[in-house]
């Protein structure tokens, strides 16, 4: 019996601890090189800005997005049309904001790679196509947007190349979108196109800067990187806002779970990083495209630099006082690019090759001694993993693995901790953690 239960024993650890050589691999596979092959090739195009040139083919946002497809293109040829790339667009004009200074298509760049398994589960990783000068409103003038953020869309294009050499279980979208500078068009089309189309999206990584490792507060640090969350979905009912207040959850909506995840993963495979979560949906009063995804429900997170340079973005080129404004191929960072952009495609594989989430998670043990809970079975899974942290840690920092649903914790009081259940796949990989939504009696 004593040897059943060390046995027992030894195969739990082996599947709570172990890690995929295929995640160091993608690590290794990403370019440093065709990085700044593409980063360079967007600069090029002089100016990016939404309402800039759509005919020429070397100037402006039309001949930067048709080169974007062509990528897409040329990566779905590799890997035997793996890829289903295609343009998805909306009209905007004049009336709908006072920053659309002329009617026009907002245009995203979509390459889909299908799940073998579940097709219409997403995990979506997003760079922005647009740029920039001092004038959001000037499409004439130079806007290179070298970090802001052709940083963002050449990883998102190398995450791709890299990706698509595997297979996986849920369906991945690379995704170049159009129009942030101006509103965030191109995600609110995108994610109304994903809602109509009734897809079910795990998460999305905006990548907004990935490339500047000196700060305007000097530092630099190209170890450090921010996740953005917001803490609740905007759409919760009335209800569950109302639980909150007895039972918790004030920081833990299916946004900030995809931030925990993403911070675990990334210290799971890449100790050497440093990711930073921050507790609010972008940088003090202003946005990013994750942001229409999670205004329709969808769990979104902005993953960037930690230390911005504003001399470096949202300028025009000019040097004064001898600083050298604007944002320009010389500024990137491309080691620095390399591992955030190692960063989005060990999370996009992980998730991936993860089962879905318990749709329902329901827990109990009120003026007990011990925490119980109970979820649904979730197909695919081998077994799933219990959480729980202290109310104040950012982190996920306890866990129990079992393949039951239903466990009580002994000796873990229910009013000191909070508490979630991941599904646990035969190789290993997590979903997202899912925080109670049920009380057990």
């Not at 200074?101 to 647009?130: E, H």
């Not at 920039?132 to 294009?157: E, H």
């Not at 190349?161 to 979108?177: A, D, P, Q, T």
Request: aromatic share 12%; proline share 3%.
């Amino acid at each position: 019996m004593k040897k059943l239960a060390f046995l027992f024993l030894i195969i739990t650890i082996s599947i709570t601890a172990q890690t995929d050589q295929k995640i160091y691999d993608i690590i290794e596979n990403v370019s440093e090189e065709r990085l700044k092959k593409d980063v360079k090739i967007l600069a090029d195009f002089g100016t990016r800005n939404t309402f800039s040139d759509t005919i020429s083919n070397t100037r402006g946002i039309g001949a930067a997005r048709r080169w974007i497809k062509k990528e897409f293109d040329d990566i779905s040829k590799e890997c035997k049309n793996c890829l289903n790339v295609f343009y998805q667009k909306d009209f905007v004009t004049t009336k709908m904001s006072n920053r659309v200074p002329k009617d026009t298509w907002i245009v995203n760049v979509a390459a889909i790679q299908k799940g073998t398994k579940y097709p219409n589960r997403f995990i979506i990783m997003t760079g922005d196509i647009d740029s920039r000068n001092s004038d959001g409103s000037d499409f004439t003038k130079d806007a290179p947007g070298a970090n802001d953020n052709a940083s963002g869309m050449a990883g998102t294009i190398e995450a791709a190349r890299v990706l698509s050499k595997y297979s996986f279980e849920n369906s991945i979208i690379y995704l170049g979108l159009s129009g942030e500078e101006q509103g965030l068009f191109g995600g609110a089309g995108f994610a109304k196109y994903a809602k109509e189309k009734g897809w079910e999206i795990i998460g999305v990584f905006n990548n907004d800067m990935i490339g500047n490792i000196t700060g305007v507060d000097g530092v630099i640090d190209n170890r450090t990187f921010r996740i953005f969350s917001e803490p609740v979905p905007p759409t919760e009912t009335e209800r569950e806002r109302n639980m909150r207040r007895f039972y918790g959850g004030e920081v833990d909506g299916i946004s900030r779970q995809l931030a925990r995840y993403v911070h675990k993963t990334t210290k799971t495979y890449m100790p050497e990083m440093n990711p930073m979560m921050v507790y609010r949906l972008d940088r003090f009063g202003r946005g990013g495209h994750h942001r229409p995804f999670n205004d329709l429900g969808f769990a979104g997170i902005r993953i960037m630099e930690a230390h911005e340079n504003y001399t470096q973005q949202h300028q025009d080129i000019r040097v004064e006082n001898g600083i050298k404004y604007g944002d320009i191929f010389e500024h990137v960072n491309f080691g620095y690019a390399k591992k955030l952009t190692a960063v989005n495609a060990i999370n996009l594989a992980s998730l991936a090759l993860a089962p879905p989430s318990p749709k329902e998670v329901a827990i109990g043990g009120i003026v007990e001694a011990s925490a119980k809970l109970k979820w649904d079975k979730v197909e695919g899974a081998k077994g799933y993993k219990i959480y729980w942290r202290d109310t104040t840690s950012p982190t996920w920092d306890y866990s129990r693995y079992v393949e039951n649903t239903e466990f009580t914790l002994v000796g873990i009081v229910i009013d000191n901790f909070y508490f979630g259940v991941a599904a646990v796949g035969e190789n290993g990989h997590e979903s997202v953690v899912v925080f109670p939504n049920k009380i057990l009696r």
